[in-house]
């Protein structure tokens, strides 16, 4: 008589079963926490573009500016007599507006001021702007859809779709809702 040793097809397939329960219960645990990192770094993001573009602001005369590009270095042909060596505003991979943390990025500014002091202000500084994020696969990385703009508020859409803005820059284009603001 032999003496087996390992273990019989009913024991393996016992303990693949198992794996296979604590799979099913995990998975959509691990998405739900990748899909709340993502919206948090998201509106991390956008928190640093109001802060970036109101630094911006007080060394631009008053003016928020319409391209992005001028608030990272260098800032040339952006605010007149500013030092090249100067810190920069934002970083610059949030200036390209690439999609990140499973979010696409868009930017749009608002009107040209009229009585611009060109010796102080940016050619393309405007009186408002609007950065918007919207999840690049609904669901899978991101649920909710945000929005920023120079009012400081952070409005958030719940089913991902450009989040309204509050309206009060003229620049309510995603839609006639109002703007959720993100507590």
Do not use: H
């Not at 008589?1 to 296979?20: S, Y």
């Amino acid at each position: 008589m032999k003496n087996q040793k390992g273990f019989t097809l009913i024991e393996l397939l016992i303990v693949v079963a198992i794996i296979g329960i604590i799979a099913a219960i995990a998975i959509p645990s691990l998405l739900r926490a990748r899909v709340s990192a993502n919206e948090s770094a998201t509106i991390g993001d956008i928190r640093t573009v109001i802060s970036a573009q109101a630094a911006y602001q007080s060394a631009n005369g008053g003016w928020y500016d319409n391209t992005l590009t001028c608030l990272t270095a260098p800032m040339v042909g952006c605010i007149p007599n500013y030092p090249t060596n100067s810190p920069t505003f934002l970083d610059s991979q949030l200036t390209a507006l690439l999609a990140k943390s499973g979010y696409s990025r868009s930017f749009l500014g608002g009107a040209t001021p009229t009585g611009r002091n060109t010796a102080l202000s940016s050619p393309t500084s405007v009186t408002s702007y609007v950065y918007w994020a919207t999840p690049t696969s609904g669901g899978q990385t991101g649920v909710r859809g945000f929005a920023g703009d120079a009012s400081g508020l952070l409005c958030f859409s719940p089913d991902g779709v450009l989040a309204a803005t509050t309206g009060s820059i003229g620049l309510d284009t995603a839609s006639a809702a109002t703007c959720s603001v993100l507590q």
